[in-house]
């Protein structure tokens, strides 16, 4: 399974920005997909995910800013991101799957100058 998240950038304080991320490979069943991100000199942490029945989870961090969603039928999840701050500048990493069937993305920068 390989994953190919995109639509990081620069964005000042308050602004918006919409991750995507798209599996492909063998997918045979609808699993969790989700984002982390991890800022400089810091550890990655959860950001939001989403179950395959549908559950979403977000960080504390960011509830009520952040939206994520998925479209099975293409096997992408999404993160929409509204109201960012400085302090959400880190690179984002989507994955998709549980424990040891758990990919990673190549990670896509987000950047929020103040």
């Known amino acids: 399974v390989q994953l190919q998240a995109s639509g990081g950038g620069l964005v000042q304080a308050g602004g918006s920005l919409r991750l995507s991320c798209a599996a492909s490979?063998?997918?045979?069943?609808?699993?969790?997909m989700g984002w982390y991100r991890q800022a400089p000199g810091k550890q990655r942490e959860s950001v939001a995910s989403i179950a395959s029945n549908g559950f979403r989870n977000y960080a504390d961090s960011v509830k009520g800013r952040f939206t994520i969603s998925r479209d099975n039928e293409k096997n992408t999840v999404y993160l929409q991101m509204n109201s960012l701050k400085p302090e959400d500048t880190a690179v984002y990493y989507c994955?998709?799957?549980?424990?040891?069937?758990?990919?990673w993305g190549q990670g896509t920068q987000v950047t929020v100058s103040s």
């Open positions: 994955y998709r799957g549980l424990g040891p069937d758990r990919y």
């Open positions: 490979g063998r997918i045979f069943s609808i699993s969790a």
